[in-house]
């Protein structure tokens, strides 16, 4: 899919807001919808069906989090970038938990926004045709033959290591909550702390820096996301 197939609607109550990022992103030839309150947004995804929304968080008429949770609740499966002011640990974990697929916050760099919108929407790609072999910098993970390999060698992982790993690379580029994370892999298991040990063993298997890893990056109070495509 080419950027000019893609529609992407921007739902934000300050029109400079909207006109910075209609600028912008017109210049990676998407196309733009724009919409000042969620009930114009609602009409606007109903009508127009885009393929992204950037979805502020401050509307005037519905907080930008119920609208997430009304969206999602009713199976709308668009990727929705959140770009807010928030800046909150616990604001970005909500919306992240309530199907957000990524978060920025103002004031934003484009060049950041634009990479952020190409894996959201690379990912639902992926995520509808997924490619059974995932490749980033050395890192390749088989998830048909569960095989993980570095520069070329095969790494052995335990059984928990590699769910954790899966799980990131089928949500490659996202940014995964330690409680996303923890029921994925430990169904009912709360304590981040046994996360960390496992991500920390993980990297010391797959990092050629542990300490200064490339691959799982660490999200501070939030989680963790895959770094792809290097």
């Given amino acids: 899919m080419t950027n000019s197939a893609v ?7 300050e029109p400079p807001i909207r006109k910075l990022l ?3 992103l017109s210049t990676q030839d998407y196309a733009i919808s724009e919409a000042m309150n969620a009930k114009v947004a609602i009409e606007a995804v109903k009508a127009e069906r ?3 929304i950037i979805l502020d968080l401050g509307l005037p008429d519905m907080p930008g989090l119920d609208l997430l949770a009304k969206w999602r609740g009713e199976g709308l499966d668009l990727p929705i970038v959140i770009l807010s002011s928030r800046t909150d640990e ?14 920025v916050t103002k004031p934003f ?3 950041e926004l634009v990479a952020r919108i190409s894996v959201a929407l690379r990912h639902r790609l992926q995520s509808q045709g997924e490619k059974p072999v995932f490749q980033t910098g050395d890192l390749s993970v088989d998830l048909v033959k569960r095989v993980v390999k570095v520069a070329g060698k095969e790494v052995k992982l335990s059984p928990k290591e590699y769910d954790i ?5 089928q949500h490659a580029g996202k940014v995964l909550t330690h409680r996303f994370l923890l029921e994925q892999v430990w169904d009912s298991l709360t304590d981040v702390q046994y ?3 496992y991500v920390r063993q993980l990297r010391q298997k797959i990092e050629q820096t542990p300490d200064q890893p490339r691959y799982i ?8 996301r895959l770094q792809e495509g290097q």
């Fill in 22 to 24: 209609r600028v912008g």
């Fill in 50 to 52: 885009p393929n992204l």
């Fill in 195 to 197: 996360l960390r040990v």
């Fill in 217 to 224: 990056l660490t999200e501070t109070g939030v989680g963790y």
């Fill in 165 to 169: 790993l899966r799980i990131l690379v």
């Fill in 90 to 103: 616990a604001g970005i974990v909500k919306a992240l938990e309530l199907g957000a697929d990524d978060y």
């Fill in 7 to 13: 529609r992407i609607l921007i739902v934000d109550d």
């Fill in 109 to 111: 760099g484009m060049n």
